[in-house]
């Protein structure tokens, strides 16, 4: 035990010097270039297509020679005490389920949103509770969470001792080692004996108050929370987290995620219909039971708190706090942007598509699809991703056709900027940011019509796998072979590629079964890109 204690006491020390410490240093942006140059400095401007970086003396570089800016900037996690509110999902064991006492309950925002979580800790003192209690004997803290929303809600057995003004942490570890922390302040009085009421534990479906907060996402893939402040036939209304009011036209948006805890259910329900929208809109709705119903017909404005959805040859009016989700009606697809652009990936998890056209006082300039402009402090962006510039990476393409062959009728399909585990892509120690992940046999073919010069790559097995992989690997263009590797074998290094695709039309990557029938074929095309003249 005295061990046992000495770690708790350590963890607790480490908690608190966390809250106790000066805010730190905002990060120093890097800028990667075409060519895989790094360059870390502030950014200072930008000047006739060019980012001003303050090294010294100071770097100009093209915007279109750019592959991205890292700022590094995280959201800020704060938490809010709501104290015992009659529910119960947690006891004083490290294991689920109820024990008839009420739960203290905090609520966090300002989670990474689309970031896998891998532990959440909440501590006072010496005592700890655990999302994840693993084979430790702290208490089990249980989360509610829904996969993407940048909230949760924690409940924990209450201590014995009242822990009213008690100072109270929450640390969230997300899967690729992140952390984020915040303190919360007991403000009620907290008693462990306080028992459920009964039919109380489910809480009425609450009633419309000020402005309600969603997420929507766009036809091109953008998701943008914020404040959902109107909607009328033409276009949607939100107020940004930075307090800008846009007016979103709806033929850019698939759909609207409203953050009231709609469940877990229900967010792959709507992220199912996003991908293939109705012939009509739909709006998932929570009824008084909590169950979440799904009505075909025509959202028509949003005003009053209530929504105007005509369903059944009538024009219906729902409380917009009962809204869990609104997907809009199938539409031809915009054409495709030939033109350079950037992403934006803000430190919340948003990430909108748009033109980096300014850069002043630390606010960064962003003309958006439809014209208008949306400032960005910089302590709010994540990074940059430019497009359509001097260089495409392969994995920001759609295939045009997809050949995927178990060998053992077991389908693996192919992954993007991560391998088929769903983990960081590496090759004998070097972890890539961006490239495709691949099991045998798979064959992608890209049309890249005649706009590039080069293709650039690393080929080789995933380095998480055993060492008995054998592939045949071809890159063909419009069907001619480019490169051919017959035997290409886990046991030896990974090969680097430099391709001529001049003219070429359609780029073929093709990963078959090798000697080894398909044991182990988890192979990667690693910062697979094109280079433009």
């Given amino acids: 035990m005295p061990a046992v204690r000495a770690l708790l006491l350590g963890i607790a020390l480490s908690t608190a010097a966390h809250a106790d410490e000066a805010k730190p240093a905002p990060p120093t942006p890097r800028a990667t270039t075409i060519h895989e140059e790094q360059v870390s400095a502030a950014t200072e401007g930008i000047t006739d297509g060019k980012l001003i970086l303050k090294t010294e003396p100071p770097r100009q570089l093209p915007l279109d020679e750019l592959s991205r800016v890292d700022f590094g900037n995280m959201p800020t996690l704060t938490a809010r005490w709501l104290g015992q509110d009659n529910r119960d999902v947690a006891q004083a064991k490290p294991v689920d389920g109820p024990s008839g006492i009420q739960d203290l309950h905090v609520q966090i925002t300002g989670l990474i949103r689309n970031r896998p979580i891998k532990q959440i800790i909440l501590s006072q003192g010496f005592y700890l509770w655990k999302s994840d209690t693993g084979k430790t004997k702290n208490w089990k803290l249980v989360v509610d969470h829904t996969p993407g929303s940048g909230t949760a809600d924690l409940y924990a057995e209450p201590l014995k001792a009242d822990r009213k003004d008690a100072d109270f942490h929450v640390t969230v570890i997300y899967s690729e ?78 759909g609207v995620w409203f953050e009231s ?53 009538e024009s219906r009016s729902i409380n917009i706090a009962r809204l869990v989700a609104l997907v809009f009606a199938a539409h031809p697809p915009s054409a495709p942007v030939d033109r350079p652009y950037q992403i934006v990936q803000l430190a919340s998890g948003d990430r ?40 495409t990476y392969v994995s920001d393409l759609e295939p045009a056709s997809i050949e995927e062959v178990a060998y053992f009728d077991r389908a693996m399909p192919h992954r993007r900027d991560r391998n088929l585990s769903g983990e960081p892509l590496k090759l004998k120690g070097a972890e890539y940011r961006k490239g495709i992940a691949v099991h045998s046999r798979t064959v992608l073919t890209y049309a890249i019509d005649g706009k590039y010069a080069t293709f650039k790559t690393v080929v080789g097995f995933d380095e998480s796998a055993p060492k008995r992989g054998r592939v045949a690997c071809r890159v ?40 080894e029938e398909n044991i182990c074929d988890r192979v990667i095309w690693a910062s697979a890109r094109l280079y433009r003249e």
């Fill in 177 to 254: 080692g992140d952390k984020a922390l915040a303190p919360v302040k007991a403000t009620t009085s907290t008693d462990n004996t306080l028992k459920v009421v009964a039919n109380e534990g489910q809480p009425p479906v609450p009633v419309a108050a000020g402005t309600q907060a969603v997420v929507v996402h766009f036809e091109d893939g953008s998701e943008l929370s914020g404040q959902l402040e109107g909607l009328g036939k033409e276009a949607l209304r939100l107020k940004t987290v930075n307090d800008a009011t846009l007016d979103i036209p709806l033929l850019l948006l698939r």
């Fill in 261 to 313: 805890a709609g469940g877990a259910k229900a967010k792959t329900e709507f992220t199912a219909r996003l991908k293939k929208p109705a012939a009509e809109d739909t709006a998932f709705v929570r009824s008084q039971d909590q169950s979440v119903t799904d009505i075909a017909g025509e959202a028509q404005e949003v005003r009053d708190q209530k929504l105007r959805f005509a369903y059944q040859g």
């Fill in 352 to 391: 909108i598509a748009g033109v980096w056209s300014g850069l002043t006082d630390g606010v960064l300039e962003w003309q958006l699809p439809w014209g208008e402009k949306l400032p960005l402090p910089v302590a709010t962006v994540s990074s940059v991703d430019f497009r359509n510039g001097k260089l």
């Fill in 476 to 515: 063909l263009g419009d069907d001619r072979e480019l490169f051919v590797e017959k035997d290409l074998r886990a046991d030896q290094d990974p090969k680097p590629l430099e391709l001529d695709v001049k003219g070429i039309a359609q780029l073929t990557l093709e990963i078959d079964f090798g000697e």
